[in-house]
């Protein structure tokens, strides 16, 4: 039986060594996405673990751990999301890939981390339970299609007869969209800022105890996040009082004709989530986008909202949440309700 050293890496030292069992194993790596989880978190900075054969120098197997503040029953707690998990395929029958798991579990209560969680793939899902996770539910994804041409060179079915009647078509659509049936009141205002500024953390103030569970979102965290991430290019879209305070947001990135939320809230008032919701949808239709995507977890209030709006649900999209913290937490309660919960994908490591 083979055994295996787990070491934690350092991002300098072993940078070489870390990229290079991701860049076997995962599609989306960079030295710059390294760098943006060491150097520039407001939580801490990222961890991570190699694994070796024993005797050999050659790593083989990768995880990490990414701090985030969460606010939890009105308190706030350092949670973790657990990631760049890869293994080698010649060694995933041998032990290091539970190995692995283990140490981090090990390793995050003397971070001072509560709880970790994960969005694992369909290869490690068997294995993540396995080493003491618990599945909560499923990530669930929306889609709206704006226009027939929904993705790059890709049409609504029958696509001969989509594309001859394209223009007539988005008219059509356009025109019955639920949106275009909502009126924003006069006092309201949109604004699409590059930054968050100071405006956001007074928004958080506001809004922070809507949900049971969720990641703390002032402004240094959402610039963190999404300004100064080097995986997207993602623009903003604010819904604000006559005095310009902030009462709802949309972050997302236009892709292939897609546009993809990564981050939502409002204030549950007065009707504006409806109304964010409405204008950004009139709003991506002027950018030409095909069709908006959403995925998340937890409160069913954001799955009403998109409803309202014609969204369709993917019946088929997977992706499994999974939380691990310890039996005798006094958070489990929390933790375990998954309605607690308020996940977007740009909670997701990425």
């Not at 809230?265 to 989530?273: A, N, V, W, Y």
């Not at 992706?319 to 309660?333: G, K, N, Y």
Request: aromatic letters at 14%; glycine letters at 6%; hydrophobic letters at 40%.
């Amino acid at each position: 039986m083979k055994r295996f050293v787990i070491i934690q890496a350092d991002p300098r030292q072993h940078r070489e060594d870390i990229l290079a069992v991701m860049g076997r194993n995962l599609p989306d790596v960079s030295l710059e996405r390294l760098t943006w989880n060491t150097q520039q978190t407001p939580y801490g900075s990222a961890r991570w673990w190699l694994a070796r054969p024993e005797g050999a120098q050659a790593y083989i197997g990768v995880c990490g751990l990414f701090p985030r503040q969460f606010l939890v029953h009105g308190g706030m707690v350092t949670g973790a999301a657990a990631g760049d998990f890869a293994v080698d395929p010649s060694y995933r029958a041998f032990g290091p890939a539970l190995q692995l798991q283990k140490i981090i579990q090990a390793e995050a209560q003397g971070m001072g981390v509560a709880f970790v969680y994960t969005v694992p793939n369909s290869v490690s899902e068997a294995l993540i339970l396995k080493a003491g996770y618990r599945v909560l539910g499923q990530y669930v994804k929306y889609v709206k299609v704006l226009r027939t041409e929904y993705k790059r060179d890709t049409f609504l079915p029958p696509r001969f007869l989509t594309r001859l009647f394209a223009k007539l078509l988005d008219v059509f659509f356009a025109a019955t969209a639920q949106e275009n049936w909502s009126h924003r009141p006069s006092r309201l205002r949109v604004e699409t800022p590059e930054h968050f500024d100071e405006r956001f953390d007074r928004f958080w103030a506001r809004i922070s105890g809507k949900y049971e569970i969720m990641r703390t979102r002032t402004a240094g965290a959402l610039t963190w996040r999404f300004t100064q991430s080097s995986y997207q290019a993602y623009r903003n879209f604010v819904l604000c009082d006559p005095e310009r305070e902030v009462l709802g947001y949309i972050v997302y990135y236009l892709q292939d004709n897609v546009c993809r939320v990564v981050d939502l809230l409002c204030l549950d008032q007065e009707g504006l989530p409806d109304c964010l919701l409405a204008e950004f949808l009139k709003f991506m239709r002027q950018q030409k986008a095909g069709s908006v995507s959403l995925e998340y977890f937890g409160h069913a209030g954001l799955g009403n909202l998109l409803k309202r709006f014609n969204f369709v649900r993917r019946p088929h999209f997977r992706r499994l949440f999974m939380v691990f913290c310890e039996e005798d937490s006094p958070l489990r309660p929390y933790l375990d309700s998954p309605d607690a919960w308020y996940m977007m994908d740009g909670d997701n490591v990425l």
